[in-house]
Nanobody
């Protein structure tokens, strides 16, 4: 059974930090590109950060560059999102995503999400 379980969300003041974690199971984690998405109320889900299968390359949305860092540990089937200098506009539900393309067919999995609220 495929599972992606996010944790680490919560309420934090502007300028604060949070570290999100995503535990993966039920699939060959090291073969999947991993991403973090977020969805704020009334807005579409947006890509926040993405990391390659080996963790050798990452890319970030312009809105979080320099503040967020994504990493993965293929020995533990975990991905992380370190979020620093948080702003109220970072408030959203954050989702972990796993995707693998084979012959133009995608295997795509989502977690249930974790709420991040940035407010004073």
């Amino acid at each position: 059974q495929v599972q992606l379980v996010e944790s680490g969300g919560g309420l934090v003041q502007p300028g604060g930090s949070l570290r999100l974690s995503c535990a993966a199971s039920g699939f060959t984690f090291s073969m999947y590109t991993m991403s973090w998405y977020r969805q704020a109320p009334g807005k579409e889900r947006e890509l926040v950060a993405i990391i390659t299968t080996t963790g050798g390359s990452t890319n970030y949305a312009d809105s979080v560059k320099g503040r967020f860092t994504m990493s993965r540990d293929n020995t533990k089937n975990m991905v992380y999102l370190q979020m620093n200098s948080l702003k109220p506009e970072d408030t959203a539900v954050y989702y972990c995503n796993a995707v693998r393309w084979v012959n133009l067919s995608a295997s795509n999995y989502w977690g249930q999400g974790t709420q991040v609220t940035v407010s004073s």
